[in-house]
């Protein structure tokens, strides 16, 4: 497999990327959708909601939480997670500034 060459892209266009590569797993929307939905969530409550493996869960929550999307708080053995408000608004910009710079016209 080739090496990507980021060096050869804005700032801009690799951190699109990157969120768009993190956001790029159907179980990651999902555990998104239900931190939204719920406001809070502990990881267990995932894995009775997805039905996926502990393992699973936690695997893509370490994805998530490494891009900064989400964040957690140690409460006793378990970890309550929740949307990290500042970056879910830089992702919305970033991708909003990105699909409003179509003009809607094409060739």
Known sequence: MGVT???????????LAKLAKGL???ARI????HLISSNACI???LVQELGLAQATISQHLRELKDLGIIQGNIEGAS????????KWDE??????GF???FSGKCC
């Open 43 to 45: 990881n267990s409550d």
């Open 30 to 33: 999902a555990i998104l959708e």
């Open 99 to 101: 699909f409003d710079s």
């Open 91 to 96: 992702i919305k910009s970033l991708l909003g």
């Open 5 to 15: 060459k980021t060096n050869l892209f804005t700032e801009r266009q690799n951190e």
């Open 24 to 26: 790029a797993h159907p």
């Open 79 to 86: 970890i309550s997670y929740c949307i990290n408000p500042s």
